[in-house]
């Protein structure tokens, strides 16, 4: 599998060159439509529509609940390796995802990312339905300090691996709280083992 590259030092924020990431192992028996992709036209409202709620210090995150797709799962801090391959949350653990440590935690001014395996050989993993989620649709990060951020979302988009969005999802972001979930789309190719697409959906801090 081929996975995105940090750039050295700035990899609290960034990612390098336009590799998506690969978050299966193989794909499912689900047609080959695959997993379900954005609606057309569900890239939603900008960010700066949303009034910006204070910002939180840092607190690492240990759960994250998105009602509408019935998701419902723990997180695991993931990073990069030192070759700068972006780790992803363990295969034998595929209802679990995985927040991206060197970044915003959520609830701080910044994109905190959270990532996470859309199948595996065995059947669907966490963000399976990830492509279903529209705008308004809520997602809630349970933080290690007690507090629970509520994200609403603000879009949701399909993008080639070969021109993924590393600024629109590693920042820098705006002077509020922000959320990106990212996780594989598109078509499934059989040779190379990968889907053709990132779906990303972005969200911003309400509560």
Same mark, same amino acid.
């Given at each position: 599998?081929?996975?995105?590259?940090?750039?050295?030092? &700035?990899?609290? #924020?960034?990612? @390098? =060159?336009?590799?998506?990431?690969? +978050?299966? /192992?193989?794909? $499912?028996?689900?047609?080959?439509?695959?997993?379900?992709?954005?609606?057309?036209?569900?890239?939603?409202?900008?960010?700066?529509?949303?009034?910006?709620?204070?910002?939180?210090?840092?607190?690492?995150?240990?759960?994250?609940?998105?009602?509408?797709?019935?998701?419902? &799962?723990?997180? #695991?801090?993931? @990073? =990069?390796?030192?070759?700068?391959? +972006?780790? /992803?949350?363990? $295969?034998?653990?595929?209802?679990?995802?995985?927040?991206?440590?060197?970044?915003?935690?959520?609830?701080?001014?910044?994109?905190?990312?959270?990532?996470?395996?859309?199948?595996?050989?065995?059947?669907?993993?966490?963000?399976?339905?990830?492509?279903?989620?529209?705008?308004?649709?809520? #997602?809630?990060?349970?933080?290690?300090?007690?507090?629970?951020?509520?994200?609403?979302?603000?879009?949701?988009?399909?993008?080639?691996?070969?021109?993924?969005?590393?600024?629109?999802?590693?920042?820098?972001?705006?002077?509020?709280?922000?959320?990106?979930?990212?996780?594989?789309?598109?078509?499934?190719?059989?040779?190379?083992?990968?889907?053709?697409?990132?779906?990303?959906?972005?969200?911003?801090?309400?509560?």
């Amino acid at each position: 599998m081929a996975f995105t590259r940090t750039r050295g030092a &700035a990899a609290a #924020v960034t990612l @390098a =060159g336009t590799a998506g990431i690969s +978050l299966i /192992v193989a794909g $499912l028996a689900a047609g080959p439509a695959g997993p379900p992709q954005p609606e057309a036209g569900s890239h939603g409202v900008e960010q700066h529509h949303r009034s910006p709620r204070p910002v939180l210090p840092r607190s690492a995150p240990l759960r994250i609940d998105i009602p509408a797709i019935d998701v419902h &799962a723990e997180l #695991v801090p993931v @990073a =990069g390796d030192p070759h700068g391959t +972006l780790e /992803v949350p363990p $295969l034998d653990r595929p209802t679990v995802a995985g927040w991206y440590r060197p970044g915003a935690s959520p609830g701080e001014a910044g994109n905190a990312v959270v990532v996470g395996h859309v199948d595996t050989r065995h059947g669907p993993a966490v963000f399976f339905n990830l492509g279903r989620l529209r705008p308004g649709d809520i #997602v809630r990060i349970s933080r290690a300090d007690g507090r629970v951020v509520t994200f609403a979302v603000d879009g949701v988009g399909a993008y080639p691996k070969g021109n993924f969005p590393t600024t629109l999802v590693y920042g820098p972001g705006g002077p509020g709280a922000a959320l990106r979930l990212v996780t594989c789309g598109g078509r499934f190719d059989e040779r190379s083992r990968d889907y053709s697409h990132n779906i990303v959906v972005r969200a911003s801090a309400v509560r």
